[in-house]
């Protein structure tokens, strides 16, 4: 296939950080993506409704028409019952993020003990709002390639016992058994799935010289993890979606001596990386679903009315990508990409690569 006509994707988990960093990653979205929703992980995060308006404006200051940023709170060990309620009633909140404290970037104001937020998970039910959640443990004992796996059987297995009417999204999987386990659960429980973990796997990562460009969380993992997550994108089930996880980092935070931030950039083609990866196993006819239903009706959206066109015209990636003051080196920077939007792009491709 040459060329595919999809109705316009949304992003379900994205990073668009703050201040003069929004011109590039809100520019980078808007292209092709009609909803984000907004990871609240800035620092300090955004932990009530005030601070998510302001931040909504914000990121609205750089958007074009038509592109429309979603919000969601962040959990931390203080957060009250009321404020689920007061998150609901606002209308402008769509999930609470959950992130282990100490998981991964700007979690140390993120909850320590889960079970101690059940009764807010009673009042999510009850409110009908989205929990999402950074599926990882975060005990030092174990590895770091086993943290998923063991939290969806030590953690969530229990929370969706109790909480059978939540609906909860378990961010960026990366593994076979989280697969398994939203593949048996009820439509309650979805999963976004990234494009990077579509793309690579941890021998890309660690293969003739650690490229901390690949160091995200969870962490890249064996090849046989790749191939089930690919499977469960492109198998028409409806619990899988689209969250790309782009989540940049200046790049002297990447490359930096005392330790590299976890993050992949793909904001500036994330759809088409998408499509290179369904295109990989010839299941590009299962990208519409993926991309622009699926996440639409799981968050309780009507789909998108417009589209967007992908072709097969590969294109280079520029080594670095102005961030603000700094730069930053995004997914696959320095190399091609073999899908780009051709049409209904909010512009052209050559406005982002500089
Ligand atoms: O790799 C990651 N980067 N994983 C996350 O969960 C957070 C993100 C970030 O904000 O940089
Ligand atoms: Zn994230």
Redesign the pocket.
């Known amino acids: 296939m040459e060329t595919l006509r999809i109705r316009r994707p949304d992003d379900w988990h994205i990073?668009l950080r703050d201040d003069n960093y929004l011109s590039r990653t809100v520019r980078d979205a808007a292209r092709y993506f009609s909803r984000v929703l907004v990871?609240p992980?800035l620092d300090p995060p955004i932990t009530d409704v005030s601070k998510a308006i302001d931040y909504q404006q914000r990121i609205l200051k750089f958007a074009p028409p038509k592109f429309q940023p979603l919000m969601t709170l962040y959990l931390t060990d203080a957060t009250d019952k009321d404020l689920i309620v007061t998150a609901k009633q606002s209308g402008i909140i769509d999930a609470f993020k959950l992130y282990p404290a100490g998981?991964?970037?700007?979690s140390r104001f993120g909850v320590n003990t889960i079970k101690a937020l059940y009764p807010l998970f009673k009042v999510m039910e009850e409110q009908d709002i989205v929990l999402s959640i950074?599926g990882e443990v975060t005990d030092e004992n174990v590895d770091i390639f086993d943290r998923e796996a063991v939290f969806i059987e030590t953690i969530l297995a229990k929370v969706v016992d109790h909480f059978p009417l939540l609906r909860i999204v378990l961010e960026?999987i990366t593994t076979e058994e989280a697969v398994q386990f939203v593949k048996s659960s009820s439509d309650r429980v979805a999963a976004t799935i990234t494009a990077h973990h579509l793309l690579y796997t941890r021998n890309d990562m660690l293969v003739n010289g650690i490229k901390t460009l690949h160091y995200?969380?969870p962490i890249l993992k064996r090849n046989r993890h790749r191939e089930a997550l690919l499977k469960a994108a492109t198998s028409r089930d409806s619990s899988f979606f689209l969250g790309s996880?782009s989540?940049p980092?200046p790049r002297s935070a990447k490359e930096s001596a005392c330790g590299c931030?976890?993050?992949?950039y793909t904001g500036h083609a994330a759809i088409e990386l998408y499509a290179e990866a369904f295109n990989s196993i010839d299941k590009l006819n299962m990208l519409e679903g993926f991309a622009s239903e699926y996440g639409a009706d799981f968050y309780g959206y009507s789909r998108n009315k417009d589209f967007i066109e992908l072709s097969l015209q590969e294109w280079r990636v520029p080594t670095y990508l102005t961030f603000g003051e700094d730069d930053l080196i995004p997914t696959r920077g320095g190399e091609s990409i073999a899908f780009q939007v051709t049409k209904g792009g909010r512009y052209p491709l050559s406005d982002i690569l500089d």
């Open positions: 990073h990871m992980n998981a991964t970037t700007n950074h960026h995200c969380l996880d989540a980092h931030a976890a993050g992949c």
